[in-house]
């Protein structure tokens, strides 16, 4: 028996009545509703933003003797209703962890083999400023490069760079939605586009697992469209839970770009888009209308194996919910080299719906440079302000080596603040258009993270400088020369979060206790002491976060204290905001520089020559083989909390899904022990034999398989999605993850 369920059966009766047991072992029944009020006058509230996933939903941390001892959903934020997920009530599992990271550390034997020593501070920061120093002065600032989870201390991580004159600053959504933001970025000018699920009648997802890659607003909004009667279709080769909400339609995968073109070819043939919405909105229709033309339902029939008539008849039934329809624009979007390319037609067939700006539709996110241009929404307009006011940095004297911002070529469009990660491991590999010499990440596992697994090792192990920022040792952590621990966000203040929506948004992250292990730190003190120690102080000219978000706050008219009471500030009276929803010819700018929707976009043809999406065929998998997809799972983040207690307890490993028709011819039975082969790489597996998946696919969830012996719970246990995938870049830089090809058999 665990523990827990023997807390349980101890605490409370088979009935539910909470026992408590005597001193002399004798039970004594106490009253539940008196035992819930004592215990809680017993609890302070602290509340802060969750970071147990990038969601940073707000939360109420209760704290009882100076110890966190719950988490919970903000009462007061109408925008998750107090709810929070699995992750984010496993907080305090991961901030009482004796598996954390509680010292700095240097590498004291060969790369991979675990051996470090503890050190002071002093010595670590010593440490990496005499590497990054040589670094510099032998091959340039520009050898360094540093990555991260995109989060609010990245302006103090990537000042190190800046500072060294490296250009090459990194996160980590190449991997992740990098498609999705060219696609935002090139339609309507900006990535700050939201969806407003709870009132849509039809929502259409393209592989987005609502249920499983949570997003508590995004998930109770879904929910709320479903319960007022909402459509949901799923197109996915697997069944996934969001599918069970809806109607499934397994597709082909690498082929939803077909299924798109195809909707767009009947909403013209049929007339069923939004012509006097596309007319006054959008400019570059016509160029659409010529894409699309010979994209009939039959040949995306061919493509995608889902039969013509459903086409059809789901897009008729899409359209007659318009304008209160979605196409969902996905999250995780790295699935093929042109993966950009259907995120543009998802975006250009929601337009055609004439869902812009209204309930039920996709929106501009509300924050104060959208609301000038109206005078009845000026009381709201707020912005933070800047936390410090930093001199000028040096000019790097080389440009990026993934060619990010360089016009004329794909690295155009790659977002300067996200970069093409995929390109360092190369870079370090090949010396290739120069060589990387030194890598800091913080918050981020390239081995985990990054495909192509082994490659990534045998790059690290070329550096002359390899640092980790982290609360685990993580796989990259075991590979460092440096490991430099992070304190949790339940023990720090961070920058102020802007989380705007449909009204702004600001919230605090804000500490609920005491430090636990005293010789960790916030990232934000990690990194302003070593670019102290680096003698780059005049970079960071502010004492403390509390002096830091003091003046953040008071451009917007807001001060430290009520945002400590509150956790988060929406405008006061400010109801959600459509341009469209009362008079559908309102005007409704996109931040484009003629404030239109981009359905042809100047600068995609200049970068990529496909101002228009363009369909490429991908091979589909012979016999003997499968398609190689992979997802997330609703108990962990990316790579992030595998080793967490609860949740490892909740999920300690994966399997690889196959298909039972594909499992017969294979001699493949539920739970045997498998081997899947990439090629070069190979990894074991348990197989999930199950009809909930297309026969030449298999699917695996992300983020398990790990190589640090550090991190116990996690260690060896599943599979590595990434060892299997190579690390090959797609048209405008993101990785690409589904187009590999597995062969599986019996170990």
């Excluded at 704290?63 to 709810?83: I, L, M, Q, R, Y």
């Amino acid at each position: 028996m665990k523990r827990r369920d023997f807390l349980k059966g101890a605490l409370y009766g088979t009935g539910g009545t909470m026992i408590a047991l005597g001193g002399f072992g004798t039970l004594t029944k106490l009253d539940p509703k008196k035992a819930a009020a004592a215990e809680q006058d017993a609890l302070s509230t602290v509340f802060s933003t969750c970071e147990m996933c990038t969601s940073r939903c707000t939360v109420a941390l209760k704290v009882k003797n100076g110890k966190v001892v719950k988490a919970e959903g903000h009462p007061n934020d109408t925008s998750t209703g107090g709810s929070i997920c699995a992750r984010g009530n496993a907080a305090p599992s991961l901030l009482y962890d004796p598996e954390r990271i509680k010292k700095p550390m240097i590498r004291t034997g060969e790369r991979g083999d675990g051996k470090f020593k503890e050190v002071s501070w002093d010595e670590a920061y010593s440490y990496i400023t005499e590497k990054l120093k040589n670094v510099q002065k032998q091959y340039g600032g520009e050898a360094l490069a540093v990555t991260s989870r995109v989060n609010p201390n990245d302006i103090f991580f990537r000042s190190l760079a800046r500072a060294m004159g490296s250009p090459n600053m990194f996160s980590h959504e190449a991997t992740c939605p990098m498609t999705r933001t060219v696609a935002l970025e090139a339609t309507f000018g900006n990535p700050y586009i939201g969806a407003d699920y709870g009132n849509a009648k039809y929502i259409i997802t393209n592989g987005r697992n609502f249920f499983e890659g949570i997003h508590v607003p995004m998930v109770k909004g879904v929910m709320k469209s479903i319960s007022n009667g909402g459509k949901l279709v799923v197109l996915d080769p697997r069944f996934s839970v969001t599918a069970a909400k809806g109607e499934w339609v397994p597709i082909k995968g690498a082929t939803d770009l077909a299924f798109i073109m195809a909707m767009a070819n009947v909403m013209i043939s049929e007339n069923l888009y939004d012509k006097e919405f596309i007319a006054q909105y959008s400019v570059g229709f016509d160029k659409w209308v010529e894409a699309v033309k010979d994209k009939t339902p039959a040949w995306a029939e061919q493509e995608t194996g889902i039969p013509k008539d459903k086409i059809v008849q789901i897009t008729r039934d899409f359209a007659k919910a318009k304008p209160n329809c979605l196409l969902e624009y996905g999250w995780r979007t790295p699935w093929t080299g042109n993966d950009y390319q259907l995120r543009r037609a998802i975006m250009i067939v929601n337009m055609m719906m004439g869902n812009w700006e209204v309930p039920g539709g996709y929106f501009r996110k509300k924050g104060a440079a959208l609301l000038k241009p109206y005078p009845e929404l000026q009381q709201y307009a707020k912005s933070l302000g800047g936390g410090m006011v930093q001199p000028a940095f040096p000019k790097p004297v080389k440009g990026r080596i993934d060619g990010t911002g360089v016009k004329g070529t794909p690295g155009q469009v790659i977002p300067v603040p996200d970069g093409a990660v995929g390109q360092i491991p190369e870079s370090i590999l090949t010396g290739k258009p120069y060589p990387i010499k030194a890598w800091m990440v913080y918050r981020f596992n390239p081995v985990i993270s990054m495909p192509e697994s082994e490659r990534v090792i045998e790059a690290i192990k070329k550096l002359d400088l390899m640092v980790t920022c982290d609360v685990y040792m993580t796989d990259a952590a075991y590979y460092s020369d440096v490991v430099l621990p992070e304190c949790t966000y339940m023990e720090r203040y961070d920058p102020m979060i802007d989380n705007t929506g449909l009204t702004p948004k600001f919230q605090i992250r804000q500490p609920a206790v005491s430090v636990v292990y005293p010789d960790t730190k916030p990232a934000w003190q990690i990194f302003k002491e070593l670019g102290e120690k680096m003698g780059y102080g005049q970079y960071f000219p502010f004492k403390d976060m509390e002096e830091y978000l003091t003046k953040q706050l008071a451009a917007a008219g807001l001060t430290l204290a009520e945002m400590k009471e509150k956790g988060f500030w929406v405008p006061p009276g400010m109801k959600p905001f459509f341009m469209r929803g009362k008079d559908p010819k309102a005007p409704a700018p996109t931040a484009t520089a003629d404030q239109k929707i981009q359905i042809f976009s100047e600068e995609l043809e200049e970068a990529t020559k496909q101002g228009i999406p363009e369909y490429k065929h991908y091979p589909q998998p012979e016999n003997g083989k499968f398609r190689f997809i992979q997802g997330k799972v609703a108990v962990h983040t990316n790579a992030g909390t595998h080793n967490v207690p609860v949740l490892n307890e909740l999920m300690p490993t994966n399997t690889l899904w196959i298909n039972s028709v594909s499992a017969g011819k294979l001699g493949i039975k539920e739970g045997d022990s498998i081997i899947i082969s990439a090629g070069k790489y190979e990894h074991k597996g348990i197989a999930k034999v199950t009809e909930g998946i297309r026969p030449d696919s298999v699917f695996t969830y992300h983020g398990f398989g790990r190589i640090s012996p550090k991190m116990t719970r996690a260690y060896g246990k599943g599979i590595n999605d990434n060892k299997l995938i190579p690390n090959e870049l797609g048209e405008i830089g993101n990785v690409v993850s589904s187009t590999t090809f597995v062969t599986v058999r019996k170990a």
